[in-house]
């Protein structure tokens, strides 16, 4: 049984190792949030959920809000790294070993398939296995974010992060020196929008919930739910205007086509809730989003609306999709859980301080000690209680 002192090797805009305990006291953290944010309703329980991307950011906090929150049999699928040997597991992984452990300690069911949601292998041993026992399934959650989809035919398929029209030439953040620079990004090209498309936007979604549905394996009145987000002015040439809000676009026009398909006047139907920027594995792979996200949490905290993964999930399940509950949407059908970053009096604020920060005053206009302490916090490090100078077992099961 391996057991080492592990230190965080950041890489750019992420870490070749994680921290197992540090991951564990994360999902403890969450998991009481969930307890606390959720009272169920005996009269309309969630009995099954299915979560799409379920190991970080919003996937496991909406997994943990199901299984903690409301005692669902939860259902999750993902794609990390188990440790091997004397090599360290990734972040996710070390997060769905606790979740596991303490579904059993609790007599909660939490199970994981580990392998590429896109493919037709994964999605047929997901079926299986909700045919096993875990499903019919009450909620469907898709929230995978991947760089790159090998689609049924077997073609591959890359998703970018540029602008298109014309190259981006604005405010930047370089996460190695702590700098705010100037950058610019060059256009996408057609293929390029065509690849984002294809492994951000709706088709994958679309796949898997026409298979869910054929096989018979939703419960009725099931709801089926995909993330989203819109942002700010400051980050739309490289964000909405680029190619992955094109992707977005794609993904909520199939949320109105999935609705039909589901909507069966038990409350059923498909939904893409726009959620809050928050420092994910994801986002601190976008250009400029480090900076706002520092600029956002300065505000954000300082008018008492700040919200993490896990709060945000706890507000979605609670007021919006759980069984009896009516989601509220925008014009566009879409439920806005961003509605306090987007709020009037966070925006101007933030706009008059993206304008302002420079590299000198960075930790006086910014909370980019707080962007900072998320990041670590996303692989396990820099966590309270926790004893980084401890070697600890890296080999951890899912139970
Ligand atoms: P994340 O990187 O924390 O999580 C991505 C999840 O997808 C992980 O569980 C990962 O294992 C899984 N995954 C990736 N490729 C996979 C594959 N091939 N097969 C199976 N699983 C795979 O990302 P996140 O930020 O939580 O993003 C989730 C969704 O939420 C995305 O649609 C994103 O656009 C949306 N969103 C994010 C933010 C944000 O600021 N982070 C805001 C609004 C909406």
Redesign the pocket.
């Known amino acids: 049984m391996p057991q080492i002192v592990i230190e965080p090797r950041i890489r750019g805009f992420i870490s070749l190792t994680a921290h197992p305990e540090g991951c564990a006291a994360n999902v403890r953290e969450q998991v009481a949030i969930a307890r606390t944010g959720i009272t169920p309703n005996p009269d309309a329980p969630i009995r099954s959920v299915l979560v799409?991307?379920?190991?970080?950011?919003?996937?496991?906090?909406s997994a943990i809000v199901a299984c903690f929150g409301y005692g669902a049999k939860t259902l999750?699928?993902?794609?990390?790294k188990a440790p091997e040997g004397d090599k360290v597991g990734t972040a996710?992984w070390y997060n769905l070993a606790e979740a596991h452990r303490l579904a059993k300690e609790s007599g909660l069911t939490f199970r994981t398939i580990n392998?590429?949601?896109?493919?037709p292998e994964?999605k047929a041993e997901t079926v299986r296995a909700l045919r096993d026992g875990i499903g019919p399934v009450d909620l469907v959650i898709?929230?995978?974010?991947?760089?790159?989809?090998k689609d049924a035919q077997g073609n591959i398929w890359n998703s970018t992060l540029k602008p298109i029209g014309g190259r981006y030439d604005g405010k930047g953040f370089d996460l190695r020196n702590e700098a705010v620079t100037e950058s610019s990004i060059e256009a996408a090209t057609d293929d390029e929008i065509a690849g984002t498309i294809k492994v951000?936007g709706g088709e994958d979604w679309r796949e898997w919930t026409t298979l869910l549905r054929d096989e018979g394996v939703l419960a009725p009145g099931a709801r089926n739910v995909?993330?989203?987000?819109i942002?700010p002015e400051v980050s739309s040439a490289i964000y909405r205007r680029g190619t992955?809000g094109r992707a977005?676009e794609d993904?909520e026009r199939t949320a109105h086509e999935l609705h039909t398909l589901l909507a069966d006047g038990r409350g059923g139907g498909s939904w893409v809730?726009?959620?809050?920027?928050?420092?994910?594995?994801?986002?601190s792979a976008i250009p400029a989003?480090p900076l706002y996200?520092s600029i956002l949490y300065k505000v954000m905290k300082a008018q008492g609306s700040h919200e993490g993964?896990i709060e945000q999930m706890v507000r979605l399940f609670r007021d919006q999709i759980s069984p009896g509950r009516t989601p509220h949407v925008d014009a566009e059908g879409r439920i806005r859980l961003?509605d306090w970053e987007m709020a009037a009096p966070v925006q101007t604020v933030v706009e008059e301080l993206w304008e302002a920060t420079t590299t000198e005053n960075l930790a006086n206009t910014t909370d980019y000690a707080g962007f900072k302490s998320d990041f670590y916090r996303?692989f396990g490090f820099g966590v309270d209680g926790v004893d980084y100078s401890v070697p600890v077992e890296i080999d951890r099961p899912l139970v």
């Open positions: 799409l991307g379920s190991s970080t950011g919003y996937g496991l906090a999750g699928v993902c794609f990390e996710g392998g590429d949601a896109f493919s994964v898709y929230s995978l974010a991947a760089p790159r989809r951000m995909a993330y989203s987000y942002g992955i977005k993904l809730s726009v959620n809050k920027g928050l420092v994910t594995q994801a986002s989003v996200l993964t961003d996303l």
